[in-house]
């Protein structure tokens, strides 16, 4: 891909950029113009299977999950190029009709696939624990040679000149096939994925519905089977939010648990609150795969932020004495938070909630009120405060560069006054507090995990996604979450928007306003997520009870 030049007005970046993105898609993966979808179709998620553009095998490969195509891969059974090029066809279809990606390099995969086949062909053995498989990833990580703009004109053409340091664990460890990078928001500081330079991803299910953000482009994408697994970043909920809003899987670990280090940040320095990254995929045996396949790998080894902890294959607090299989486990003792004191979750929410509460209940699991009082509201100011300590001077700095006008969605920023150094001391010493007090309040309980909302939403036209209390709160704690399908789906029938008549009354503005927006109608049949939060550091146990709760 040519690099595009930064001096230049942002809106001629921009171009360049897009037209760019569509250059690298060769001539025969460009969806014929007789095959595609009117601008007016909104669920294009059927496409593949339907247009007949795709081969029988192809869509066998790009409808399977993560594990079972790396047993067929380590087997011998399937070679990396046939599955690396079923992906890119169909990666390259979910960005023509999404506008998921940041950055394609299908000929650099597809040189990995063939030394990966030969490898496995010599040796006898699979390279690692991801051995040919095509895995995408968030904008943010560097690959050498190509951009990392994180949504920033300023940004494009200055390639990176080397690789993040899970890019290379993912590549040389566990023998994973890079050929995407996916699409944020600007600074990845939005909860849609949208930016003046690559523009908006929509959901493949509604086109008019966010994928979420900031890892949207990765929700997307793997929404629409252009990719099984993907790796993305959240530091306010930017794995949690595009996974609910697809009806995907998603981890997002504590702070040590995978390596961060020569990633690009939205905020540099920025560190009150530190960003994570984990997998995003359609599996939670897939989720927990990857976690085992980097852990595994040794990766404190190579980051100095990583805590040396291996996978723990069963936690004592979860599991028997007896280490028995998940059917013999104890029962477990889940706070149910129906809401985080802002804003309620809006019908399908809530209904998601209750069947799941009835299922935990059923199942002999202890189910109490998980009631913080204004805990959660406290500790979203929290996030807040801790984003904009600098005024917004990083995003201004990037945007000024190129003359790119702020987006609206980031006024906030723009008016930010910057915290002196006593004023963002303080700061810390109030999160601790708030940390120390959350902690207490969980041992006083004796609870495993918190049931909660992932989002108010099942899914949420696109600009008007507009709180994040249900999953930022937890980066303030920096505990272990999975955001899950709870297998119930919208029902424009069933679900009808809250009014006096039902008892409601808005928490806030901010829910006012939520509940004012709900349109059942536009977002019938969408999957309903909800929220599984562990302790610090409980990545294995969280997964463990996920696992419990769906089983």
């Known amino acids: 891909m040519k690099a595009v030049d930064s001096t230049a007005n942002w809106e001629a970046i921009a171009a360049k950029k897009q037209a760019s993105l569509l250059a ?47 047993t067929r891969l380590a087997s011998g059974e399937l070679t ?36 990966l086949d030969a490898y496995i062909a010599r040796e006898g053995k699979p390279l690692g624990p991801l051995h040919g498989l095509p895995v995408s990833l968030k904008d943010n990580f560097n690959l050498v040679g190509l951009d990392s703009t994180v949504g920033f004109t300023s940004h494009a053409g200055h390639h990176a000149e080397e690789d993040s340091v899970l890019a290379e664990l993912l590549r040389d460890k566990c023998g994973a096939v890079f050929y995407v990078k996916t699409n944020v928001p600007t600074a990845m500081m939005i909860a849609e994925s949208v930016n003046n330079l690559t523009g908006r991803t929509v959901h493949p299910m509604n086109r008019k519905l966010t994928s979420g953000g900031s890892s949207g482009g990765e929700s997307a994408l793997i929404a629409f089977g252009g990719s099984v697994l993907g790796v993305g970043t959240d530091i306010g909920g930017s794995l949690r939010i595009p996974a609910a809003c697809t009806g995907l899987f998603t981890l997002r670990p504590s702070v040590g648990r995978f390596p961060t280090g020569r990633c690009r940040s939205g905020l540099p320095g920025q560190e009150a609150v530190k960003s994570v990254n ?37 936690m004592a607090p979860l599991l028997p004495a007896s280490s028995g299989p998940l059917s013999e486990a104890r029962k477990l003792k889940i706070g149910v938070l129906w809401h985080d004191g802002m804003v309620r979750p809006t019908p399908p929410v809530s209904r998601a909630l209750r069947e799941t509460v009835d299922k935990l209940k059923a199942e002999g699991h202890e189910v109490v009120d998980w009631d913080v009082g204004k805990e959660h509201a406290l500790g979203l100011q929290l996030l807040a405060r801790m984003f904009i300590a600098d005024g917004g001077k990083a995003v201004r700095a990037e945007l000024e560069k190129t003359g790119e006008p702020w987006r609206p969605e980031m006024v906030f920023y723009a008016a930010a006054t910057e915290l002196g150094c006593s004023d963002l001391w303080k700061l810390h010493l109030e999160r601790r507090a708030f940390q120390q007090r959350y902690l207490d309040k969980w041992n006083e309980s004796g609870i495993d995990a918190i049931l909660c909302p992932t989002t108010p939403w099942a899914a949420v036209e696109n600009g008007k996604f507009s709180h994040v209390g249900y999953t930022g709160v937890f980066n303030v704690l920096d505990y272990s979450c999975i955001s899950f399908p709870s297998g119930v789906m919208v029902d424009k029938a069933i679900d009808l928007p809250f009014s006096d008549a039902t008892g409601y009354k808005p928490l806030s503005e901010t829910c006012k306003t939520v509940q004012g927006e709900y349109n059942p109608d536009i977002i019938h049949g969408m999957p309903v997520s909800l929220q599984l939060v562990a302790r610090k550091l409980e990545e294995e146990k969280v997964i463990a009870m996920c696992k419990m709760i769906m089983g």
């Open 24 to 70: 690298a898609i060769p001539p025969e993966w460009r969806i014929p113009a007789e095959l595609l979808p009117p601008v007016s179709k909104d669920d294009i998620s059927t496409f593949p299977e339907s247009s007949g553009w795709f081969t029988v095998d192809e869509l066998a490969i790009t409808s399977s999950n993560a594990v079972e195509l790396i």
């Open 80 to 115: 990396s190029v046939e599955v690396t090029r079923a992906f890119c066809k169909r990666a390259a279809a979910a960005h023509q009709l999404t506008n998921c990606l940041s950055e394609i390099f299908f000929d650099r995969a597809l040189e990995t696939a063939v030394r």
């Open 278 to 314: 984990g997998p995003i995929a359609r599996s939670l045996a897939d989720i927990e795969y990857y976690c085992r396949a980097v852990v595994g790998r040794q990766p404190w080894l190579v980051d100095h932020e990583c805590i040396p902890i291996p996978w723990r294959d069963s």
